[in-house]
């Protein structure tokens, strides 16, 4: 059984950076996918960013890409999210997923979630 526990966030102003956390307990291996999903309010979960656990690789949503950065400590089963230049579009629940099937865009397709935790993005 997997666990993971989102941590970081809070009220940011906008342009400033703040990094989520996510703990991982049970095993992830290499063949895993880690992701990072946000939902604001009336909207759907859309991604945000994955990577390999294994190989390190990762991957943008347009959205995101250049602003924030994704990385994992295998060595201690975190993920990491570092979030630059934050804009009032960001705020939302973040969330931290696990495919263990490969890489995916889709929400449905991961098999483990966190609870989520809030970042709110004040202009």
């Known amino acids: 059984q997997v666990q993971l526990a989102e941590s970081g966030g809070g009220l940011v102003q906008a342009g400033a950076s703040t990094r989520l956390s996510c703990g991982i307990s049970g095993r992830a291996y290499s063949s895993t996918v880690m992701g990072w999903f946000r939902q604001a309010p009336g909207k759907e979960r859309e991604f945000v960013s994955a990577i390999r656990w294994g190989a390190g690789t990762t991957y943008y949503s347009d959205s995101v890409k250049g602003r924030f950065t994704i990385s994992r400590v295998s060595a201690t089963n975190m993920l990491f999210l570092q979030m630059n230049n934050l804009k009032p579009e960001d705020t939302a629940v973040y969330y931290c997923?696990?495919?263990?099937?490969?890489?995916?865009?889709?929400?449905?397709?991961?098999?483990?979630w966190g609870q989520g935790t809030q970042v709110t993005v004040s202009s």
């Open positions: 997923a696990l495919d263990r099937r490969g890489l995916s865009y889709a929400p449905s397709d991961y098999d483990y």
